[in-house]
């Protein structure tokens, strides 16, 4: 079962960061189709969240097809992220955790290893270009017509 953390400084919303520690661990394998997240009481409970907050995450995780509700069971994982390169044992987790060994060796503190990361992986995955604003075309000019009237037409 995955243990939610809230850092309240980080200035991400925290049900955004309830919905992205779900999707990591679904990316992980550490959560699988058919596992039973926590219900919002518990989350309350060891987070000291509002439970609307944890209902919200839910909700949002359902609108993208990863979780489902199942009445009076709670709710549960629909499908995986998870990719056999990024599982728990696999050769690349374990390089990735070597290369941060080295980088603590080095002294580099955990932001500084994370700005190195994303700066990485923004030379290796760039964003992709944003799409061209919509400009309308200008409408033509609607024909001009005028009217005469004559002074029969007042009366």
């Not at 596992?35 to 969240?49: F, K, N, S």
């Amino acid at each position: 079962m995955i243990a939610f953390r809230i850092d309240r400084r980080s200035g991400v919303a925290t049900y955004l960061q309830l919905v992205h520690q779900v999707r990591q661990a679904l990316r992980l394998g550490v959560l699988e189709p058919g596992d039973r997240l926590p219900t919002a009481r518990e989350v309350v409970e060891a987070v000291a969240v509002n439970p609307n907050t944890v209902l919200r995450a839910y909700r949002e995780l359902e609108r993208d097809g990863l979780v489902e509700p199942r009445p009076g069971q709670g709710t549960f994982v629909r499908r995986s992220l998870a990719r056999p390169a990024a599982a728990a044992d696999s050769p690349l987790r374990a390089e990735a955790a070597a290369w941060v060994g080295r980088a603590r060796a080095a002294g580099l503190e955990r932001e500084d290893v994370a700005a190195l990361t994303a700066s990485v992986l923004d030379e290796a995955f760039p964003p992709p270009d944003p799409p061209s604003p919509f400009i309308p075309a200008p409408r033509p000019p609607r024909p001009h017509t005028q009217q005469t009237h004559t002074q029969e037409e007042d009366t």
